[in-house]
């Protein structure tokens, strides 16, 4: 059956991890890292102007030649992956990505319906709109996830009468996220086409499945990987404070 049938499907289908559960193992095996066609280095030698659409369905920020490249597999909708957006990847960009020393991948992870309709906003301007999008419905989430919660429960149930096409696009508009585009350059034309784009949920859906084979100790968002490894992310300090740690060590620091 395809995710896209209708909404209760694809609640079966991706909500099978939850935000920050139990962090992969650090030896943990996966697929070899990212393969990017070759990308010319910047002119200004600020390698985080240099955005890539990655085979897996991911965008990578930096250097695809780089000795160290970091996936990140995030949900839209966790407050963990939140956490380190705001605390973790200024000074990751900063520090080792401008640089050409880390190329930074972002994988969507959606554990639900109203993160996948997220996803699908973040992504509607493709590569070079990715990541600022992106980093600004982390910045806003509290807002239009508060929005979500205070539909009543019927409605939102009621969403699985929809055509499949039109499901996406009305949890948009509950949660405010087509006006939230447009005001940062996103006509509603075009989200609505996002939002409707059976194709584009096909590819999240199977980033999810690809996530699992690939990593079958993956069990939460944030999830990390340095060279194709799992990075154990434990509780207790910041994941950025842990993560720099790896980021040293793969370098050779």
């Known amino acids: 059956m395809k995710p896209t049938k209708f909404l209760a499907c694809a609640v079966t289908v991706i909500a099978i991890a939850g935000c920050n559960s139990k962090q ?24 985080s102007t240099v955005v890539t659409p990655t085979p897996a369905g991911g965008f990578m920020m930096g250097n695809p030649a780089a000795k160290v490249q970091l996936i990140e597999y995030g949900s839209m909708t966790c407050p963990h992956c939140r956490e380190f957006d705001e605390t973790g990847v200024t000074p990751l960009v900063n520090e080792y990505v401008k640089n050409g020393r880390v190329g930074y991948e972002f994988r969507n992870y959606v ?4 993160d996948l309709t997220a996803s699908l906003i973040a992504r509607c301007n493709g590569a070079k709109g990715f990541f600022p999008l992106e980093r600004a419905i982390y910045k806003d989430q509290p807002n239009w996830v508060a929005k979500l919660q205070a539909v009543p429960q019927s409605q939102l149930e009621g969403l699985t009468n929809l055509p499949p096409n039109q499901q ?5 508009k509950l949660a405010g996220l087509q006006d939230w585009a447009a005001a940062r350059g996103i006509p509603q034309a075009k989200s609505q086409q996002c939002l409707t784009d059976e194709k584009a ?5 199977q980033m999810n499945s690809d996530a699992t084979t690939q990593f079958p100790d993956f069990q939460g968002t944030p999830t990390f990987v340095i060279n194709g490894k799992m990075y154990e992310i434990k509780p207790g300090s910041p994941a950025w404070d842990q993560l720099k740690v790896g980021l040293s060590k793969a370098l050779g620091g």
């Open 24 to 47: 992969g193992n650090a030896a943990t095996n996966g697929a070899a890292p990212t393969s990017v066609a070759h990308v010319a280095p910047p002119k200004n030698g600020d390698w």
């Open 111 to 114: 554990r639900d319906p109203y």
């Open 168 to 172: 996406f696009l009305q949890i948009a």
């Open 201 to 205: 949920v096909n590819q999240l859906v």
